[in-house]
C-alpha cells in the first residue's frame, strides 16, 4: 500500500537532489493566491500542486474520497477520513506525477495545477480545535531539573511513568513567516518580593515537533497503543515560543499559562507518517517499565535531524543547535495512547507537541534555556553578537530532514521574526 515510498521513483517534475521534497515525500498544506484563492495543496521540489484543481478536473475520481475533499481552506476534511484514504491520495499523487506517466503530465500541464512556490502565500493548514504540549525529551527534563531543583534528583517522581504534558492555546498558533511580538506579563525580579508588569526580557525558542490527528476516538472510550499510529496523519515542525521569566513567576501550582499561550508556530507543510517509514528508529529503553496501555512493539522513534539557526538584524544565520528526534523518551503512539486513556476524544485537526527536544551532548540543546544555562553562558552569532536570550529583531529559523539510503525526506524552513 505505500507505493508512494519506492526509493526508486523519479518524477517529471524536476528538482535538486538534496531538496526536502522529492516524489517519495507528497506533503500536505494549504497555500492561497494574490487574488486570495485557497488551494489545498503538495508538493514536488520547488513546484506546489493544487489539488483543490486535481480533484477539480477528475484526477481523483477513481478514490472513494469523501465530495469536495479538497475544496476547502484547510485539511480537515480530509483527516476526517481514514488512514487507507490518505494512503490512496498519496500513492495517486505520485502516480501521477511519476517520470513514466506521460499522458497524466500531458494533461495536468494544460490546467491551471502547478504553482510556482515563489507566487504563492502559505497558510495554516489545518483548522486547529484543540492544541497538547507534551515534556517528552529525557535531557530537556534533565536539564531544567538541575538548573531549577535538586541536581540529583532533576526529573520529578511521575516522569519516568507518564507522558507529561499540559493543554495549550490552539488560537495562537500561526503559520511560518508570521511575526512574533515580544509578550508582556508579570516578571518577579531578583530579589524581589512583589513581581512587576513588564515586557518579557528572557524570550526563548523551543524546538519541537507536532503531529496532526484524524478522527480518532469517541468521548468515553480510548486509545489502543497498538493502532495509535492509525490517528497520526504527519508531522511539522514546531515552536513552542517561551517568555521564561513569566512563565518562571506563574507556572507554581498549575504550569504553563501566559509564558506560553502567547504564540505558537509551526511550519506550512505537514510530512505524513507513511513518508517517514524508512526512518524509523528504537528509542531509549524505558526504565522503570511502563504500565501495560503503554507498552508497544516495534520501532516507534524515528531518526529526523533537527537544527536551529538565528538571524539578528545584521548577523547572517548562525548555526546554534543541531538535535534529533530520535532522543524523544516517550514516543508519539504513548503520548495519543496516554492522551485519551481517561476517556478525552481526540479529533480531526487536533495538533500534539513533542516538548523541546535536547540530546545528551551541549551541542544539541534545544532552547535558549539550555544552551545558556539560564544565562550563566553566552552563545555567539556569526558577526561576533552574543545572545543568552532572544532580542528583538532576531529570527529564529528551524529545519528537519531525515537521510537514509540516498533518500532525503524533509519539512522545509519554519521561519518567524520577534517584534
Same mark, same amino acid.
Given at each position: ?5 519506492? @526509493? ?31 488551494? @489545498? ?15 477539480? %478536473? ?16 484547510? #485539511? ?8 487507507? @484514504? ?50 517528552? /525529551? ?21 516522569? #519516568? ?40 526580557? $528572557? ?15 469517541? $468521548? ?10 492509525? %490517528? ?34 509551526? /511550519? ?33 522513534? %524515528? ?23 530520535? %532522543? ?7 503520548? #495519543? ?31 535558549? $534555556? ?10 555567539? $552569532? ?38
Amino acid at each position: 500500500m505505500l507505493s508512494a515510498n519506492n @526509493i526508486n521513483r523519479k518524477s517529471w517534475i524536476k528538482y535538486d537532489s538534496n531538496s526536502d521534497f522529492p516524489i517519495q515525500n507528497i506533503p500536505f498544506g494549504v497555500f492561497k493566491t494574490n487574488k486570495n484563492n485557497f488551494h @489545498i495543496a503538495s508538493r514536488i521540489g520547488d513546484t506546489i500542486i493544487s489539488l483543490k484543481n486535481l480533484e477539480k %478536473y477528475g484526477f481523483f475520481e477513481d478514490l472513494c474520497l469523501t465530495k469536495d475533499t479538497f475544496q476547502g481552506k484547510n #485539511l480537515n476534511k480530509l483527516l476526517k477520513q481514514n488512514k487507507s @484514504i490518505w494512503r490512496s491520495v498519496r500513492n495517486k499523487i505520485c502516480d501521477l506525477f511519476d517520470l513514466e506517466n506521460v499522458q497524466a503530465k500531458e494533461l495536468i500541464s494544460k490546467e491551471n495545477i502547478l504553482f510556482e512556490h515563489k507566487k504563492i502565500e502559505m497558510v495554516l493548514p489545518v483548522k486547529i480545535g484543540d492544541y497538547t504540549d507534551f515534556y517528552s /525529551s529525557k535531557d530537556h527534563a534533565t536539564n531544567v531539573g538541575k538548573m531549577f531543583r535538586d541536581p540529583e534528583n532533576a526529573l520529578l517522581p511521575n516522569w #519516568l511513568h507518564i507522558p507529561v504534558g499540559y493543554h495549550g492555546r490552539s488560537s495562537s498558533i500561526v503559520i511560518s513567516g508570521s511575526p512574533v511580538k515580544r509578550p508582556k506579563g508579570q516578571i518577579l525580579p531578583k530579589e524581589a518580593k512583589i513581581p512587576i508588569f513588564s515586557e518579557c526580557k $528572557l524570550l526563548d525558542f523551543e524546538l519541537e515537533m507536532g503531529f496532526i490527528t484524524g478522527q480518532a476516538n469517541k $468521548l468515553g472510550d480510548t486509545i489502543n497503543i497498538d493502532n495509535a499510529e492509525e %490517528y497520526i496523519f504527519g508531522l511539522c515542525l514546531f515552536n513552542d515560543w517561551s517568555a521564561r521569566d513569566i512563565q518562571k513567576w506563574e507556572y507554581v501550582p498549575l504550569g504553563p499559562f501566559l509564558g506560553k499561550s502567547f504564540n505558537s508556530s509551526m /511550519s506550512p507543510w505537514i510530512i505524513t507518517l507513511d513518508a517517514l517509514e524508512h526512518f524509523k528508529v528504537a528509542g531509549e529503553k524505558q526504565n522503570p517499565e511502563v504500565l501495560d496501555y503503554l507498552k508497544f512493539k516495534g520501532n516507534k522513534n %524515528y531518526d529526523i535531524n533537527l537544527e536551529v539557526l538565528i538571524k539578528s538584524k545584521t548577523s547572517k544565520p548562525t548555526l546554534v543547535t543541531k538535535s534529533n528526534f530520535k %532522543y524523544m523518551y516517550w514516543n508519539m503512539s504513548q503520548q #495519543l495512547a496516554h492522551h485519551s486513556i481517561n476517556g478525552c476524544n481526540i479529533n480531526a485537526g487536533d495538533l500534539m507537541a513533542s516538548g523541546t527536544i535536547s540530546g545528551p551532548n551541549e551541542s544539541e540543546f534545544g532552547s535558549m $534555556l539550555e544552551l545558556s544555562w539560564a544565562g550563566k553562558k553566552t552563545i555567539k $552569532l556569526e558577526n561576533g553578537e552574543e545572545r543568552k536570550f532572544l532580542q528583538n529583531g532576531d529570527t529564529v529559523i528551524m529545519k528537519g530532514y531525515a537521510v537514509k539510503n540516498n533518500l532525503r525526506i524533509g519539512f522545509g524552513e519554519l521561519t518567524n521574526t520577534i517584534i
